[in-house]
């Protein structure tokens, strides 16, 4: 069983629409959870950064964590095309060892048509 | 992508032979990081650098080695390619371990 676990989609929405990412993870000593974006054949690059449980929001982005449920979603509001990328879960343990080591999840990709 | 330059972008090889990725960084990042990309499976780590001549292996380390002599270089080799390392290597790197991770543009290794 992977850690971390991500739908994998494709998913296809409308301009405009809310989008809803997930990922769900087994392992409770991760604290800091991260969403990158990944354009095709780019490198990908951080759009949230979150340290344990709660909210952050950042423009049309909005990042939540839940420890208890071991779940983070990342909400696009008034998604655009510029949108449509691959979005990716991470997470990784805190101090110790942990460097910048980081767990992903598969990458969901999210198409966003006009 | 933060002054990280992989190279090359692309390469074709056959089974059994030595190949080397270069990562070239202009940040003085301390960290330094490879990771590959497969379909399924999201981005595994397979090594990384702390330091120059510091390094550790990450979760897909078999059949990989890796070296640094300079800050700014590290470089990653398969030291006899089979076809499963066919995949997408991305280099990152990092200032601290707090701080947020930057990414090459990948190369796009084929093993045939």
């Known amino acids: 069983q992977k850690e971390v676990e991500q739908d994998p989609g494709p998913l296809s929405v409308p301009e405009g629409a809310i989008v809803s990412l997930n990922c769900t993870y087994s392992?409770?000593?991760?604290?800091?959870f991260m969403w990158y974006r990944q354009y095709s054949r780019k490198g990908p690059e951080l759009l949230m950064y979150?340290?344990?449980?709660g909210n952050k929001e950042d423009g049309r982005f909005t990042a939540q964590v839940d420890k208890s449920s071991k779940y983070i979603s990342l909400f696009i509001r008034d998604s655009q095309p510029s949108d449509s990328a691959t979005y990716l879960c991470?997470?990784?343990?805190?101090?110790?060892?942990?460097?910048?080591?980081?767990?992903f999840g598969q990458g969901t990709i999210l198409t966003v048509h006009p | 992508d933060a002054g990280i330059t992989q190279s090359p972008r692309h390469k074709v090889t056959e089974t059994g032979t030595p190949v080397t990725l270069r990562c070239h960084q202009t940040?003085?990042?301390?960290?330094m990081y490879w990771y590959r990309q497969d379909p399924g499976h999201g981005l595994r780590l397979i090594h990384y650098?702390?330091?120059?001549?510091?390094?550790d292996k990450g979760e897909v380390s078999d059949g990989y080695s890796v070296s640094r002599s300079k800050t700014e270089d590290f470089l990653l080799t398969l030291e006899s390619a089979t076809s499963s390392q066919t995949s997408v290597y991305f280099c990152?790197?990092?200032?601290?371990?707090?701080?947020?991770?930057?990414f090459g543009s990948g190369t796009q290794l084929s093993v045939l």
């Open positions: 650098s702390y330091g120059v001549k510091d390094t």
């Open positions: 990152a790197t990092n200032r601290d371990t707090n701080e947020k991770l930057f």
């Open positions: 392992n409770s000593a991760f604290q800091y």
């Open positions: 991470a997470m990784r343990r805190a101090g110790g060892t942990s460097y910048g080591k980081l767990t």
């Open positions: 940040e003085n990042h301390r960290y």
């Open positions: 979150t340290y344990s449980s």
